[in-house]
Nanobody, 122 residues
Framework: QVQLAQSGGGLVHAGGSLRVSCAAS????????MAWFRQAPGKEREFLSF????????YYADSVKGRFTISKDNANNIVYLQMNSLKSEDTAVYYC???????????????WGQGTQVIVSS
């Protein structure tokens, strides 16, 4: 079992920045990738980015490419999502997820963080 604990998020004005974190514990050797998703009210969960757990390969959805950066602290098993140039449409609950594949669909991820709210005011 892998446990994922999220932190960060909150309220920011449009154009501002926020960082969300996801600390992994437990059987982390089972991880092949970590991803970030978000879900806005009334919308489906949306893939944002993933990072390879061992190789550090990163991939981004077009909607966040150039604005969001995923990174990993290998010593502490923490994955970050740095979000810059935030827009009101970035308002959502953000989730980290761990899985055994480097893919963009949520059903492939086995472990999920508790979610953290990000609100971008215009």
């Amino acid at each position: 079992q892998v446990q994922l604990a999220q932190s960060g998020g909150g309220l920011v004005h449009a154009g501002g920045s926020l960082r969300v974190s996801c600390a992994a514990s437990g059987r982390t050797f089972e991880l092949y990738s970590m991803a970030w998703f978000r879900q806005a009210p009334g919308k489906e969960r949306e893939f944002l980015s993933f990072i390879g757990w061992d190789d550090g390969f990163t991939y981004y959805a077009d909607s966040v490419k150039g604005r969001f950066t995923i990174s990993k602290d290998n010593a502490n098993n923490i994955v970050y999502l740095q979000m810059n140039s935030l827009k009101s449409e970035d308002t959502a609950v953000y989730y980290c997820a761990g899985g055994r594949a480097q893919v963009t669909y949520s059903s492939a991820y086995d472990w999920w963080g508790q979610g953290t709210q990000v609100i971008v005011s215009s």
